[in-house]
């Protein structure tokens, strides 16, 4: 089973991964002399404010993946970019301190999937969802508003039936159709081995203050917190425009949960008085997340891409999109749309993500037993707050902590820096020194 010339492709869902998928095929076809038509169905209007445009995403972008669209030759526009971070602020509830970041020629960049929250919509700026799907537009790319409502395999083709535009007969289908299970059903009944990832409901919110107040709280930091909190293993506020971006991380985040994460005097401290008191959460939402790959996201003539079928745990779902969306393209042009195609040369990188959420779970639960030790998170404050007087390689935490937050590097990586011997004693010593400190103003205190 192979691509050639007149082949038609249907990528179901216009996000990331469906565009990435869409922009590398093109890409690819072109270089081995090949013309193929290709579909994307996606119900979402990216230039939309609110749930109608937005794809429930916290909206980073590290800097290894802006370095890896720069290599393909695509770029970031600016008017898509809401804010450059330049630093991270770790809060604990002993103080904070701030991680700049230890590459400087390197930007992370916070934008909207959508055109923003619900609202005026924000004119002076572009989605990021939009920008990759309108590069496909420019290659002639054929974008259907609609849903699929079922797919049936026939001999040679796979048949897609939509609620209103009717049917298609591709020889190949990608589903990028992030965690929506309806849809997930429909590839179900496409491939019998495929068994979708295991997921988790987050949240994300967007807390309207006004550009001059998001300039003068949060600046170009993100603020990430490390409090110990029922469920939260990561929370976050991003600056973006006129508004900061809630997310929390975690298994199976409430409301309650979220209600104890902004009733925290840590996170309220980092508001102008009285915001939080207010009805200025225009949108918000508790999106799934994938925490365990989905198996066999493959079959003849079909393949599942992005959080369909494996993702980066937390962190730079981006990333994964891009990694599979790309490696799913140069597998269907360069060796074939079979079942085998796809086992031998797509599911290794599936597998790979999926061996390194392993490290990431364990980095995780190594930070849930420093949420919970207020030696172990004192101790971690001191180290961050020297080695930001220091340069180079002389600073140990903190490229841990920043790769952490930002997914920028592979947890294997991360975990790995961890082990080094230096930086376990520094480590040690900070928090027997701050274990000493606590244990003498006791006995002051006694006497």
Known sequence: ??????????????????????????????????NVHIDIIEPKDFTSSGPAGCNKCGGIVSESLIRMLLQDGIQIPSNVIRRDIESYTLHLEYGKAIIETPFPERSIASMFRGLGPRGPADSEHLSFDNFLLDLCRQQEVQVIHDTVVRADRLPESVRVVTGHTGEFLYD????????????????????????????TRTHISEIHMGKEM????????????????????????????NYVTLVLLGR??????????????????????????????????FPLINVRGARHPFDDRIVLIGDSASSKLYKNGLGAAYITGKTAASTAVFHGI?????????QP?????DMDNRFGKLIFTITSVI?????????????????QEKTGKSRLLSPILWDTFTGSASYASIFGKSLNPVFLMLFLWNMVKHLFTRTHRVNQEKL
């Open 1 to 34: 089973m192979k691509l050639q010339d007149g082949s038609r492709i249907g990528v179901i869902g216009g996000g990331p991964a469906g565009s990435f998928f869409t922009w590398f095929l093109l890409k690819y076809s072109r270089e081995r002399g090949i």
């Open 172 to 199: 190949l289908v990608a589903g990028a159709v992030g965690l929506n299970m309806l849809t997930l059903e429909v590839f179900q009944s496409l491939c019998p081995a495929y068994s979708p990832p295991v997921i």
């Open 214 to 241: 998001v300039d003068r709280y949060f600046g170009n930091s993100m603020h990430v917190f490390l409090l110990n909190l029922h469920h939260v293993k990561f929370g976050a506020l991003i600056p973006k425009g």
């Open 252 to 285: 199976d985040i409430s409301r309650d949960v979220v209600q104890d994460f902004l009733s925290s005097r840590v996170v309220r401290d980092c508001f102008p008085p009285g915001i939080l008191d207010k009805e200025n959460t225009p949108c918000q939402c």
């Open 338 to 346: 079979s079942r085998h195609d796809f086992r031998r040369w797509y």
């Open 349 to 353: 990188v599936c597998l790979g993500l």
């Open 371 to 387: 949420q919970r030790s207020g030696v172990m998170k004192k101790g971690l404050r001191s180290m961050v707050l020297k080695e």
